[in-house]
């Protein structure tokens, strides 16, 4: 069974830098676009970041130029790299696999950043 499993969630403060890391089971995540989403109380789910199998990047406009989205195809692991925290990026954030019509979600980890 596939699945995806977050890491590297945790407390910081306002400034401060956090990576996340999802690890991918199965034999076609090099072959996936894999995402990065967020969900804060109250509110929907929203795009955060993707990555396609070729490494082309997309960010929502409210973390452009602080987050970075990566992926190792060696570990089946994709990154999050988050500078400059603001309080706004408190959420759980959740790791996503597409493949084709085949889409996977990872459990989420919490990120706070206090003010």
């Known amino acids: 069974q596939v699945q995806l499993v977050e890491s590297g969630g945790g407390l910081v403060h306002t400034g401060g830098s956090l990576r996340l890391s999802c690890v991918a089971s199965?034999?076609?995540?090099?072959?996936?676009?894999m995402g990065w989403f967020r969900q804060a109380p109250g509110k929907q789910r929203e795009l955060v970041a993707t990555?396609?199998?070729?490494?082309?990047?997309n960010y929502a406009d409210s973390v452009k130029g602080r987050f970075t989205v990566s992926r190792d195809n060696a570990k089946n692991t994709v990154y999050l790299q988050m500078n400059s925290l603001k309080p706004e990026d408190t959420a759980v954030y959740y790791c996503r696999q597409s493949t084709g019509l085949l889409v996977l979600w990872g459990q989420g980890t919490q990120v706070t950043v206090s003010s």
């Open positions: 199965g034999r076609m995540f090099s072959s996936s676009t």
């Open positions: 990555i396609t199998s070729g490494g082309i990047t």
